[in-house]
């Protein structure tokens, strides 16, 4: 997920555990865990990111595709994170330090608020189709949620309002709500939201609004946007397990000889009708393998894949491969020569432990999910000119995602 993302929700579970504990004897203590619990949650819910000063250690494109999302992104490397962060603390806040000292309250807060921010963060990153491998060094193995967009505007309205109501300024609240709605408009302005989903997203902003105003319990509206984040999260998945099936139906109809080895799908923002896949086959004894990328809508008679959130479509050409489902383009190759390359060239094997659908085209690859990303496919690689350069050093050992294309 976006990192604002991942703040405004540690923000709102720090709130919850804040509020979910007795009070401190003293106002000036309340005060202080009050912001030590936020900030502890918000902090956590980031610091997996750090791994981005890692993407160095790597010439790119390799440096971003395996050093961001890696050993920060494990459950075993959570455990020194979690401890820098407590000394940071400590060691930069005299205020909270004193009241750690008495308080055994806010010694557990403290904890349950780091725990929490960092399991969240994993959490989060696994539930889009770009993947983590929680369980390194044990499973080095990509695990992928397939179910939410990696910006996703419900969770800034499900938690945001509440934080923003919860804000003792009045005054304060309703430019950041203003701001807030305002930010929503924008990405339909640009495409990523529909009509729908903005009008919903406004009115469950409105709602919480009021709710908040009205009852003036951060713990109830907390735990309400939690339950609707869970809620929604739960409909994606629904929503992803179907379209998977439709495209495996498609797609076996189109080539019954072929074997579907994988279909990464990829949501729409606050959308769970509209999703972009991308699938990957291959024929052993033919010696070929086929990637394809298209459209599916899960409501072809309400909403047509054509209408959905125009930014994040494909340019045509685009071709109809049965009701609901758009063609955007296909790639392929032969395996063998797959296989070649892979032994041959250690850049492009490196590269192998990151892609989940690796196209190659006239000596370039490139990971289909990423195809028409804004900043253009930051996972592309040039074979040909990696071919004659020496191999680099400290590859991580991520299990390769096509180990099933690339075994013989």
Same mark, same amino acid.
């Given at each position: 997920m976006d990192n604002l993302t991942h703040t405004v929700v540690g923000l709102g579970v720090g709130e919850l555990v804040q509020r979910s504990l007795p009070a401190e004897p003293d106002e000036a203590g309340q005060r202080t865990r009050h912001r030590l619990l936020l900030t502890a949650c918000g902090a956590a819910s980031n610091f997996p990111d750090l791994d981005l000063f890692?993407?160095?250690?790597?010439?790119?494109?390799?440096?971003?595709?395996?050093?961001?999302?890696?050993?920060?992104?494990?459950?075993?490397?959570?455990?020194?994170?979690?401890?820098?962060?407590?000394?940071?603390?400590?060691?930069?806040?005299?205020?909270?330090?004193?009241?750690?000292?008495? *308080?055994?309250q806010a010694r557990l807060g403290l904890a349950a608020a780091v725990v929490l921010g960092l399991l969240l963060h994993i959490g989060m990153d696994f539930l889009n189709s770009y993947g983590v491998h929680p369980f390194y060094p044990f499973d080095a193995r990509w695990f992928y949620g397939d179910m939410i967009f990696i910006v996703e505007p419900l969770f800034w309205v499900a938690f945001g309002v509440p934080l923003i109501m919860a804000v003792g300024a009045p005054w304060?609240?309703?430019?950041?709500?203003?701001?807030?709605?305002?930010?929503?408009?924008?990405?339909? *302005?640009?495409?990523?939201?529909?009509?729908?989903?903005?009008?919903?997203?406004?009115?469950?902003?409105?709602?919480?609004?009021?709710?908040?105003?009205?009852r003036r319990r951060?713990?109830?509206?907390?735990?309400?946007?939690?339950?609707?984040?869970?809620?929604?999260?739960?409909?994606?998945?629904?929503?992803?397990?179907?379209?998977?099936?439709?495209?495996?139906?498609?797609?076996?109809?189109?080539?019954?000889?072929?074997?579907?080895?994988?279909?990464?799908?990829?949501?729409?923002?606050?959308?769970?009708?509209?999703?972009?896949?991308?699938?990957?086959?291959?024929?052993?004894?033919?010696?070929?393998?086929?990637?394809?990328?298209?459209?599916l809508s899960l409501a072809p008679d309400w909403l047509p894949p054509q209408q959905c959130p125009s930014g994040l479509l494909d340019p045509p050409p685009h071709g109809n491969a049965v009701p609901g489902i758009e063609l955007y383009a296909q790639a392929g190759g032969s395996l063998a020569e797959l296989r070649r390359l892979r032994d041959g060239n250690c850049w492009f094997a490196a590269w192998l432990r990151f892609a989940r659908m690796p196209a190659l085209v006239d000596g370039v690859a490139s990971d289909m999910r990423f195809s028409t990303v804004p900043r253009g496919n930051f996972t592309t690689l040039d074979v040909a000119e990696s071919a004659g350069r020496a191999c680099p050093a400290g590859i991580p050992q991520w299990t390769p995602p096509r180990a099933d294309l690339l075994a013989r």
């Open positions: 890692l993407t160095r250690l790597l010439p790119d494109p390799l440096g971003y595709l395996l050093n961001h999302r890696g050993h920060t992104h494990t459950l075993l490397y959570e455990l020194p994170q979690a401890l820098l962060l407590l000394a940071l603390l400590w060691i930069l806040w005299p205020k909270a330090r004193a009241l750690l000292r008495r *308080s055994h304060l609240r309703w430019p950041m709500l203003a701001a807030l709605a305002g930010a929503l408009c924008y990405f339909a *302005s640009r495409g990523y939201l529909g009509a729908v989903s903005l009008a919903a997203l406004l009115v469950l902003g409105a709602g919480l609004a009021a709710l908040k105003n009205a951060s713990r109830s509206a907390m735990a309400l946007a939690l339950l609707l984040s869970v809620a929604f999260v739960a409909v994606q998945g629904v929503a992803s397990g179907l379209g998977r099936q439709r495209v495996l139906a498609a797609l076996q109809a189109a080539d019954p000889q072929a074997r579907v080895l994988d279909v990464a799908m990829t949501a729409f923002p606050a959308q769970p009708l509209c999703w972009v896949f991308v699938s990957v086959e291959s024929k052993e004894a033919a010696d070929s393998y086929r990637l394809r990328r298209g459209l």
